[in-house]
């Protein structure tokens, strides 16, 4: 491996050279938000693009490498439900991942396996620091996209099937016209 750029667009978040560009449509994110009505009206309009990452994994995914990217969450809800990522843990659990916010307002909605949960504010500057065995989940409550840069360990690898099982213990929604806070019905139903 020989050293590398790639140019980071701070307006649109677009990682030119980047070797992988994942988009997740509305269709993609079935069972991720509480309100299946608003979802299934949502989506009757159309398959939105919820959000978008441009990601540098020429690297093998192995120890001592580092992949990076930009997360780009576009402006949107689902009923009083922000448009968000799927969120994820990482395969080794004991991965930590950074996240530098470069345009957007937002949240990192974050959770551990034991359901001890913190929500950080994410605004350009903001450098976040997500802990291993922490899941994380950008949530986008501006009005314009939110763009996240992030480094995390090439051998981390992803586990979004825990989530997508209940999604987190705590939602942000809109509540007259503010994010706020509240826990998860599908998780106070059980």
């Given at each position: 491996?020989?050293?590398?750029?790639?140019?980071?667009?701070?307006e649109?978040?677009?990682?030119r050279?980047?070797?992988?560009h994942?988009?997740?449509?509305?269709?993609?994110?079935?069972?991720?938000?509480?309100?299946?009505?608003?979802?299934?009206?949502?989506?009757?309009?159309?398959?939105?693009l919820?959000?978008?990452?441009?990601?540098?994994?020429?690297?093998?995914?192995?120890?001592?490498e580092?992949?990076?990217?930009?997360?780009?969450?576009?402006p949107?809800r689902?009923?009083?439900e922000?448009?968000?990522?799927k969120?994820?843990?990482?395969?080794v659990?004991?991965?930590?991942e950074?996240?530098?916010?470069?345009?957007?307002?937002g949240?990192?909605?974050?959770?551990?396996p034991?359901?001890?949960?913190?929500?950080?504010?994410?605004?350009?500057?903001?450098?976040?620091?997500?802990p291993?065995q922490?899941?994380?989940?950008?949530i986008?409550i501006?009005?314009?996209?939110?763009?996240?840069?992030f480094?995390?360990?090439?051998?981390?690898?992803?586990?979004?099937g825990?989530?997508?099982?209940?999604?987190?213990?705590?939602?942000?929604?809109?509540?007259?016209g503010?994010?706020?806070?509240?826990?998860?019905?599908?998780?106070?139903?059980?």
């Amino acid at each position: 491996m020989k050293p590398f750029t790639t140019d980071l667009n701070l307006e649109t978040g677009i990682l030119r050279g980047a070797h992988n560009h994942l988009q997740r449509r509305l269709s993609s994110m079935e069972g991720q938000y509480s309100d299946r009505v608003a979802y299934e009206a949502l989506l009757g309009q159309g398959d939105a693009l919820v959000y978008e990452v441009y990601e540098n994994v020429k690297m093998p995914p192995a120890p001592g490498e580092l992949y990076h990217g930009t997360s780009i969450v576009h402006p949107g809800r689902v009923g009083d439900e922000y448009f968000m990522t799927k969120g994820h843990f990482h395969q080794v659990l004991e991965t930590a991942e950074v996240y530098h916010c470069v345009h957007g307002h937002g949240y990192m909605m974050m959770e551990t396996p034991h359901g001890e949960w913190a929500a950080e504010e994410l605004k350009p500057g903001v450098v976040l620091y997500v802990p291993p065995q922490w899941a994380h989940r950008s949530i986008n409550i501006g009005n314009d996209d939110l763009i996240t840069f992030f480094i995390y360990p090439g051998d981390a690898g992803h586990d979004y099937g825990t989530v997508e099982a209940k999604g987190f213990h705590k939602l942000v929604v809109d509540r007259q016209g503010k994010p706020t806070v509240i826990d998860n019905p599908r998780w106070s139903a059980a």
